[in-house]
């Protein structure tokens, strides 16, 4: 394979490579690391099929058994003469167990040696070295090499030279890193890596010794963006008898396997103490996801999110834009539908009502239950045009392709429309027009990578944008969910792929959503709780009972009940004002709906607001 072809299969997809193959061996033969030269040439087919466990678990990047079986590696090892047949006998179980989607990589390890004056190696002794060993693999048709667990950069930099001596195939280059940061040798992140860029690695990364959060920790700490290959030890080891285990389990790998993607990770897996379980995890976790790659030597950006300064040049400012107050102070937002023909005059008359309560943001849905309405995107801009009040613009995935999409966000972005809620959308054939075809290309989470991506300067291709947009993402969640676990799941997923505010189904029950408040806190995104106007005690019991997700009190119900006909439609509005009253100081803010289209009932909602 040539570095040209694995830049661009790096764009395309995350890959997953495969576990530690040495703490593999020990766990399933039940003994102390026994070198894996050793079961290559005396029991290939467990090696093989670890390597088969691994690719069936969703490896597309399998590595040979040869990182210990250099000749300086071999030297004091039983099995010494067999340095040429270890390694040509690893490629081979390697290529067999690999389909032809997968990479088989050449495992390259230290030798073990220091660099004089402090051991017995030059540095054309460490090249002559890894060029015969290379030399061995490439015959053996390996697409490319990585260099597993390296303490010494000065040891790696001669590793990557050797090979670039040899060939133009990929190189990825791991190191491996103490608690502090550093090498053993005193060697910082950001000097091994741009060191080993330099010298010709495509890929660098961190393998072993840590487990995912110290390393997590170790990445934050680079002030420059690499293409990364991130494979950390499962927590750390727990001897019992003469095995080895480890403690983090498949689905807590899984999930840190999505903050180094945050970073720059190309390339996750793991070291020791992968199992294949550990690897499907990861596998499901990032199936679908692209890598963010920056400019390779790129200084690191703080924050993806949009700069709060970044305003649209057509706004006219009138004090901090919505962008600065999500998450500073809490929003108060209403949800108005366009309208299904070119009549506006109405809606810009709700606004002008509304603005002197202190209105920040209009919520625009797009084209709600599948029925044509003016785009929320040209709507939104000429709201701030005429009102100079903000939008969060819905957009769906139902109407456009993938195409069509990113086009559509670009041309918002031009026009100043910076707050998209992303939605996946009803299908067409609940709406006017069931013959209408329903495209989604993505759902709700791949529209976010999309603008997360956009964000970073990158389309989704990861193509060049000239520079990046200042996208504010919002996304829904329903913290009353069944199984909230599932619910928070995704909204954990969405959160990670960039999304910065989130905006929920209509609250009823303040108390009700404590859990959700509970889990989403460590994120620390704001959150919109949305409100919707009771028209009356029929409006109450259709929701109470039909509507999916939404709970009414018990003495709430009761009051509807209770009240006269005629006083009903007023006591939806008290009732409105006071769940935002208490809503709002425990959340990012509220977004108020008018039921049936009635928007004129939100200025009474807003003059009893406290």
Known sequence: ???????????????????????????????????????????????????????????????????????????????????????????????????????????????????????????????????????????????????????????????????????????????????????????????????????????????????????EGILAQKKTNYPLCVRPNAGYPVHLGNTVSYLSSPEYVAECAELFLSQGAVMVGGAAGFTPDHIRAVADRVRGSFPQVAKKGSSVVASTAPDASDTPRHATRNGPSLCEKLGKQPILSVELEPPRGMEIESLIATIEKLKPYGLDAINIPENPLARARISSIALAKVIRERTQVESIAHITCRDRNLISLQAELL???????????????????????????????????????????????????????????????????????????????????????????????????????????????????????????VRDFRHAKFLNNEYPGIHIREADMARFQNADESQQAELGIRFAAELINELRPMSGGVYVMPSFGEAHRLEGVFEKLD
Request: proline fraction near 5%; glycine fraction near 8%; include cysteine.
């Open 411 to 533: 041309g918002a972005h031009v026009l100043g429309v910076r707050a998209i809620l992303a939605l996946t959308g009803d299908p067409a054939r609940i709406g006017d027009y069931p013959s209408a075809t329903s495209i989604f290309d993505v759902n709700s989470l791949g529209l976010v990578e999309i603008m997360s991506r956009m964000n970073l300067g990158k389309d989704f291709g990861m193509n060049d944008l000239g520079e990046p947009t200042r996208f504010q993402i919002g996304v829904a969640a329903n913290p009353l969910a069944e199984n909230l676990d599932e619910e928070m799941r995704y909204l954990e997923m969405k959160i990670r792929r960039g999304a910065h505010f989130v905006q929920t189904q209509p609250i009823f029950d303040p108390a009700a959503v404590a859990p959700f408040l509970q889990r989403i806190a460590p994120y620390e995104v704001p959150v919109l709780f949305g409100v919707m106007l």
């Open 1 to 215: 394979m040539l570095r040209t072809d694995y830049d661009y299969l790096i764009q395309e997809r995350v890959l997953v490579i495969e576990g530690n193959m040495t703490a593999e061996l020990s766990r399933r033969s039940r003994a102390r690391i026994v070198h894996p030269a050793f079961h290559i040439l005396e029991h290939p087919d467990l090696v093989r099929s670890i390597h088969q466990d691994f690719a069936v678990s969703g490896a597309h990047v399998l590595v040979t058994a040869t990182a210990e079986s250099n000749r300086l590696a071999l030297e004091g090892e039983p099995l010494r003469a067999e340095y040429e047949a270890i390694n040509r006998k690893a490629c081979e179980i390697c290529r067999a167990a690999a389909s032809a989607q997968q990479l088989v990589l050449g495992g390259l390890g230290p030798t073990g040696a220091l660099l004089r004056p402090y051991g017995r190696l030059t540095e054309k002794d460490y090249r002559d070295i890894y060029k015969d060993q290379a030399s061995l693999l490439l015959d053996a048709e390996v697409a490319g090499f990585i260099l597993e667990g390296f303490s010494s950069l000065i040891e790696a930099e001669q590793c990557v030279l050797a090979l670039r001596e040899l060939s133009a195939c990929p190189i990825v280059a791991c190191m491996t890193f103490l608690e502090d940061g550093c090498t053993q040798f005193g060697d910082n992140v950001d000097d091994c890596f741009s060191t080993l860029m330099e010298v010709g690695a495509d890929t660098v990364g961190i393998q072993g010794t840590l487990g995912p959060l110290e390393i």
